[in-house]
């Protein structure tokens, strides 16, 4: 594998489940990051991590959980999601957070139902 | 308040032929621009940047132009191919550590102009 990996691909989850999703970064990055992209919406900034520190928090409900147990893997904990929650998750990387380049996976596309 | 607009949410443009596509800033305070290209069902992919020292800088086909004046933006596509076609996000970032407050490279995107490149 290289690059930014994402699973699961496609999620569909109801409001009262739990679940996660995974980014792996295979490129030696120090810098992890959680974007969401809602319908013609741009990209929107959600949790930065630095080696495994989170240094960004961007007014997320708690509903969203990170995790970043090592610099290579990034998680994001759903539970008692809203419908309104349905996009596509981006998780990206980059060489240190000072780093302008980010480099992103495929994206998780989630439908809450 | 969005402070990077992409105005036009497509383009069409002919094969061979130029593509322009453009990106407004509200934010004085950005000093790196930076054009990311996605293709559907793939993350977006770092195509070329700006420093906001500069006015224009080139990468083959793929010319990007600064007009800090008018906080605008463009990308310049020449010839545009076929496989060009996708959507295209601007980025702009503050310099981490100096005004804007943060301690990392954070990148706010317009929403994207999907390009469409006919043979």
């Known amino acids: 594998e290289t690059g930014v990996t994402q699973t699961p691909r496609h999620l569909v989850m109801g409001m009262t489940n739990k679940k996660s999703l995974k980014c792996e970064q295979h490129l030696g990055h120090n810098a992890m990051y959680w974007y969401k992209q809602s319908a013609k919406k741009p990209l929107e900034l959600m949790f930065v991590?630095?080696?495994?520190?989170?240094?960004e928090n961007n007014s997320v409900p708690s509903r969203f959980s990170p995790e970043c147990p090592n610099s290579s893997h990034l998680f994001l904990h759903l539970h008692t999601l809203q419908p309104e929650d349905s996009a596509l998750y981006l998780c990206?990387?980059?060489?240190?957070?000072?780093?302008?380049?980010?480099?992103f996976g495929p994206g998780t596309r989630l439908t809450v139902t | 308040d969005q402070q990077v607009k992409q105005n036009s949410p497509s383009l069409s443009v002919q094969e061979g032929r130029i593509s322009i596509l453009n990106c407004d800033y509200t934010?004085?305070?950005?000093?790196?621009f930076l054009w990311y290209k996605k293709y559907p069902a793939e993350g977006p992919t770092f195509l070329i940047s700006?420093?906001?020292?500069?006015d224009k800088n080139e990468d083959g086909r793929f010319t990007v132009f600064l007009n800090k004046s008018a906080k605008h933006l463009s990308l310049h596509i020449v010839p545009s191919q076929p496989g060009d076609s996708a959507v295209y996000f601007c980025a702009a970032s503050l310099t981490p550590g100096g005004a804007g407050g943060t301690s990392y490279g954070k990148l706010t995107f317009g929403q994207g102009t999907i390009l469409t490149v006919h043979p």
């Open positions: 934010n004085s305070m950005f000093d790196y």
């Open positions: 700006i420093s906001s020292i500069k």
């Open positions: 990206a990387s980059s060489q240190d957070p000072s780093s302008y380049e980010q480099y």
């Open positions: 991590y630095s080696l495994e520190e989170r240094v």
